[in-house]
Nanobody, 125 residues
Framework: QVNLVESGGGLVQAGDSMTLSCSAT????????INWFRQGPSKEREFVAA????????KYADSVRGRFTVSRDSAKGTVSLQMSGLKIEDTAVYYC??????????????????WGEGTRVTVSA
């Protein structure tokens, strides 16, 4: 069992920065890749970014590459998503999700084993 809790959401203006955090705890949590997804209004849940181990490879959706940075601190049990240059279209509920292993070719929602409850990010004009 892996427990995931997101924090750090809120209301920001376009162009601002924000950092989300995912606290990941549970048995063998270090063996899980931690991923970020988001679901905007009337949209399907989509992949945003993936982290493997603390110094391991990462993966980003094209829509956020160069603006978002994902990082994992295994000692603290957290995965952060630093978001800069936020756009109105980044408005969504952001979820972290855990997937057993570190295969970065498997980043669809159906590949995930555990989910957090999500944190809302609203970007205004």
């Amino acid at each position: 069992q892996v427990n995931l809790v997101e924090s750090g959401g809120g209301l920001v203006q376009a162009g601002d920065s924000m950092t989300l955090s995912c606290s990941a705890t549970g048995q063998n949590v270090g063996a899980y890749g931690i991923n970020w997804f988001r679901q905007g209004p009337s949209k399907e849940r989509e992949f945003v970014a993936a982290a493997t181990w603390s110094t391991g490879p990462t993966k980003y959706a094209d829509s956020v590459r160069g603006r978002f940075t994902v990082s994992r601190d295994s000692a603290k049990g957290t995965v952060s998503l630093q978001m800069s240059g936020l756009k109105i279209e980044d408005t969504a509920v952001y979820y972290c999700a855990a997937k057993w292993g570190f295969d970065l070719s498997q980043v669809m929602p159906r590949h995930m084993n555990y989910w957090g409850e999500g944190t809302r990010v609203t970007v205004s004009a």
